[in-house]
């Protein structure tokens, strides 16, 4: 197996109880965003800093050097790895903002015709 896999795997065993419970926040929020938004970032937030640890463990040390391309390119397949079990995983933390309705505008110059 290839070593970004492996340690994809590793992490989701060494973290299963918490991965568990945020695949099921995951597919609700993949089906309802608006209703379990704030969960999914809650629990997400937890799964992420998970994931960037276990990340900066298989690029370390790679970074530098004449290997630094290739860390690049090691991290790309590890997060697309990761997307293949969580596709809505770019999305934690981002919060929708509700904007409020823009004022109508007065063309006054038309206001001015019917007066």
Request: hydrophobic share 35%; glycine share 4%; with cysteine.
């Amino acid at each position: 197996m290839v070593k970004y896999k492996e340690v994809v795997q590793e992490m989701l065993e060494k973290n299963q109880t918490l991965f568990d419970k945020f695949q099921k926040i995951h597919d609700q929020f993949a089906l309802n965003p608006s209703i379990w938004r704030n969960k999914f970032n809650r629990e997400g937030k937890k799964a992420v800093d998970i994931i960037r640890e276990y990340e900066d463990k298989l690029c370390a040390g790679s970074e530098k050097g004449q290997f630094s391309k290739y860390s690049a390119n090691l991290a790309q397949k590890f997060q697309e790895e990761i997307r293949h079990h969580f596709p809505k995983i770019d999305h934690v933390g981002i919060i929708i903002v509700s904007e409020k309705p823009a004022r109508p505008r007065v063309d006054f110059g038309s206001l001015k015709k019917l007066l």
